[in-house]
């Protein structure tokens, strides 16, 4: 070992292909590099363009009940590998994956809490869970959601991200579209709120079932919202679609959502919807 080897070992900081990843963080709209904490700090959100950066179910219920203070609900078990499939890899093998590489069983996660002092169940969908797919087991922990809700008497809200149905489970998959919209219909029938929060990619079937069902429909700056794709739209009715076609904004615009949030102001904005609402929850 040189000299210099011995020096460079004995420096008390980190090595150079540890710091990127352990210091800095790159915004994937604008490119540029923030220090990690100071990305965290600002609750994931890019200090300098303002791009709301995908997060899980950890980060949203630290981020909005009340203290981080949560009761996780958990999911009901489902069948993981229905219909045996396998495209260039094992489904069960994909599904592996995803939990070793998010810690989670599944894309969605509910937990009961408080936001602005007023109890509420909170359903997270994780975009980095195979693209926050709706299979079975996203079905059963969204239904177990509304559930607990209707159960503890409070509003049920649903934070959604996700790139459609889950391919891998065919019609099981599509069959938690009606199974959610029943379950709202008990929830409304029960007097409780339903509010959704759209985030940044909710697509496909879910946009077609419970993300577009809201008593209020609330989404985070510039999330892409959607059914089908704007290519697939653009060559099926062989026009070119507007600038900012299916972001939160233009939603706004023409109707199709109620308020653009930005993160910081989501406790807040929450808590003021739950309290009108709901307002004998909020007493």
């Not at 946009?207 to 510039?222: N, W």
Request: with cysteine; charged share 25%.
């Amino acid at each position: 070992m040189s000299w210099l080897d011995r020096v460079r070992n004995a420096l008390p900081f980190a090595a150079k292909r540890d710091t990127a990843d352990n210091l800095w963080h790159k915004c994937r709209q604008c490119q540029q590099m923030v220090f990690v904490k100071e990305w965290e700090d600002n609750l994931n959100v890019c200090p300098r363009c303002e791009h709301h950066d995908r997060i899980g179910a950890t980060e949203r219920f630290a981020q909005l009940f009340d203290g981080g203070i949560h009761e996780l609900i958990p999911a009901p078990a489902a069948p993981e590998d229905p219909l045996k499939f396998r495209d260039t890899k094992k489904y069960v093998d994909r599904i592996k994956a995803a939990r070793t590489a998010t810690g989670d069983r599944d894309a969605y996660q509910n937990g009961f809490g408080r936001i602005s002092g007023q109890p509420v169940v909170i359903g997270v969908q994780d975009f980095a869970f195979m693209g926050g797919s709706m299979g079975v087991a996203v079905g059963e922990a969204f239904v177990a959601g509304v559930e607990q809700a209707i159960k503890r008497g409070t509003p049920y809200i649903a934070i959604t991200a996700a790139g459609g149905a889950r391919m891998q489970e065919g019609t099981l998959s599509l069959m938690q579209m009606p199974r959610a919209t029943v379950a709202l219909a008990r929830l409304r029938r029960a007097g409780l709120p339903y509010i959704v929060l759209l985030t940044d990619p909710t697509t496909g079937g879910v946009t077609a079932s419970y993300a577009m069902l809201g008593d209020v429909q609330i989404s985070e700056p510039k999330a892409l919202i959607g059914f089908a794709g704007q290519r697939v739209i653009e060559n099926t009715i062989r026009e070119k679609l507007p600038e900012g076609f299916q972001r939160a904004e233009y939603l706004l615009d023409h109707g199709m959502i109620d308020m653009v949030v930005a993160r910081k102001d989501l406790p807040e904005t929450l808590g003021r919807l739950i309290g009108y609402l709901a307002p004998e929850k909020a007493a």
